[in-house]
DNA sequence: ATCCCTCGTGTAATCGATTCCACGAGGAGG
DNA sequence: CCTCCTCGTGGAATCGATTACACGAGGGAT
């Protein structure tokens, strides 16, 4: 009934707890007689030590909170697995909670983490302001910023740099021939939301292009909210030639609104999305959109934080995204197809230079 | 520095440890008065009761784990979203463990979470056999199977039916004309791997169809599976009229292989899937599937784990699933655009009969 | 032979809560 | 006025680990 503990091994092996203790923690010095005489006995009892009990004694839990901002986008499960994969690797566990892009919800996740105790968080922050962020921040909470941070706070961040490919992706479109190019944003409240936005407006005045504020559609990163614009876009006296929506949500929602007015990609129409997800390969026509090396991100977020934890000073870190080009902006794809299902193998960059260092704000 | 404790609320209310605790526990009788100062001073201190402690000494922690097969797949994705939600709302937190379709990751993630001493686990078996959940059940575990369960166990399941779904595919393909139907299989150690390919067989023979061996695809619920047994069927002789993919991945992989061979569905050959996702209505044509109730799953499936916590006796819970016609096997869409992108809002279902009791083994 | 240091080990304090038990005050009933 | 109950409260044990400290035995140096 009652499950064995530290006791029971130690009555076993005739030794005391702190002995057992010892040989599990692989501490001080013990005989090699007791240590076997301990590891069989917790053989023989299956015995396993209760975290809780050590947590408290410890006060560390060697567990991660990760606080994602929408469970149900592919970009941010690819980033919560690769985030677990590595922490595994080092040892930590890892606790997710999803926001749903909704702040109220981050923030309860953020204090149910905090009162679990972990030792660190990864944050991607949905709105800027979340005082529970500010104040675990300065008490010192071990946290790093993956993909969006908080401007202004000393906390590491973690994230792609898609200026380069934005201005890849308009060089595409120009020539191409488009000159009406509009974009559906995130919500302002994120470094995302509204970063994408000032990347495509410089990368359009490169060109000699003004992106006038009747293209620029209001979204929130889900897809409801990029049909929405994109029924906006359309129905304007002199519609876009190309829509490019800042995550692959509201890209889906594009497509709909698309789809739904009888329009057809990219004769009527071009479509291009930031995020690439496995999907886009198998639309028609095939999404050319820029993809970020989500992998890298979640495995660099991971070990900055336990840098961070373990007394290490960690670098904020930047990587390149890339432009994918594929059919829905006018150019059919260059050669055989861009048929890779899985994995960011084929993730290399030409864009700007790997990592730069942590700008202390 | 240190955080503070009950002992500071307890000086700072000028009462005892044991009131404090009282209070926080709407427990036995306490003061109006000492009540109000309690609730001050831990207002003003900003105190958190330590969970650790707390759970070491009543023994729960009122957490669930959620062991789901693969983060990737955006069926366990909803369906962990819908866990997490009603879990919330009753009043639980859960913790996540992504077992990648491989048993000794699953296994890991199993070890952690009862090391953690969760009230109960939710679990997705990636295989039969894993006697870490055969002794977790002996053992007492509260425990329910989601999706996929494991025979012979004495543990609620929660999960779809979709024999009659299967029925109503095989009536809709058998109507355009299609006899040479194949299926792609999930892993013979999951339930649902097997009984998609008996219910499928069951159908045809229906029809007076066989189902021959070389028309059963074995895949592992991965994409790159599906690709593969797609390729397989297209080398036959006489290859498949259509691909029935077990799962939405080994569609994608199919709708991969199927496009790498510049066929064209449903002209071609036609195309569908076990598991609905917003994706396939975009793709190209959009993808006939089976849709199930997931968000009900998962939220019966926590109703069933917390009764079974809670000491009430859950029942297993079968909820049918639904044939969702799109054009990938021959038939135009009926009207307008399926195009709901969001959620399962429009899940009704013409199947047989809704929740049935529990089978006891 | 004596001293001292090291090594292996055990005893007990501690982490921060919950909760059993005892106790004093005050009201009701006789 | 005395007795008995109830109510509010505090003291202290407890959950299961870790770890500081003490202590005895044994070996090397003098």
Redesign the pocket.
């Known amino acids: 009934m009652?499950?064995v503990?530290?006791?029971d091994v130690a009555a076993r092996a005739?030794?005391?707890?702190?002995?057992?203790?010892?040989v599990?923690?692989a501490?001080?010095?013990?005989?090699p007689?007791?240590r076997e005489r301990v590891l069989a006995a917790v053989d023989a009892l299956g015995y396993r030590?209760?975290t809780l009990?050590?947590s408290?004694?410890?006060?560390q839990t060697r567990t991660l909170g990760l606080v994602i901002s929408d469970v149900l986008n592919p970009y941010f499960t690819e980033l919560a697995r690769s985030v677990e994969e590595e922490a595994r690797a080092l040892g930590y566990s890892i606790i997710f909670g999803n926001a749903d892009e909704r702040p109220e919800l981050q923030d309860h996740h953020i204090r149910t983490l905090l009162d679990r105790r972990i030792d660190g968080l990864l944050v991607s922050p949905a709105d800027g302001g979340s005082p529970l962020v500010l104040d675990a921040a300065r008490a010192g909470t071990p946290m790093v910023f993956v993909d969006r941070w908080i401007p202004g706070l000393d906390v590491p961040v973690v994230r792609a740099d898609g200026s380069s490919a934005v201005r890849d992706l308009v060089a595409h479109l120009h020539g191409l021939g488009h000159r009406r190019l509009a974009i559906i944003a995130g919500p302002a409240a994120t470094t995302t939301g509204s970063e994408r936005v000032t990347a495509f407006r410089d990368a359009l005045a490169a060109y000699g292009l003004e992106l006038p504020d009747e293209y620029i559609g209001q979204g929130d990163f889900q897809a409801a909210s990029g049909r929405r614009a994109t029924e906006r876009f359309l129905e304007l006296p002199e519609p876009p030639e190309v829509v490019f929506a800042a995550d692959n949500l509201m890209a889906l929602g594009a497509l709909d609104a698309i789809r739904a007015r009888g329009l057809r990609i990219p004769h009527d129409i071009a479509l291009a999305a930031f995020d690439d997800i496995p999907w886009f390969v198998h639309t028609d026509p095939p999404i050319t959109a820029i993809a970020q090396p989500t992998g890298d991100l979640g495995r660099a977020a991971v070990r900055a934080l336990t840098d961070l934890i373990e007394g290490r000073t960690p670098e904020s870190v930047t990587l390149p995204a890339r432009l994918v080009v594929r059919g829905s902006c006018g150019e059919s794809p260059t050669t055989g197809t861009d048929s890779t299902t899985g994995t960011d193998s084929t993730d290399r960059t030409t864009g700007t230079p790997g990592t730069t260092r942590r700008s202390d704000a």
């Open positions: 009652a499950s503990g530290i006791k005739g030794v005391s707890v702190a002995t057992v203790s010892r599990l923690n501490h001080a010095s013990v005989s007689a007791a030590p209760n009990a050590r408290l004694r410890t006060d």
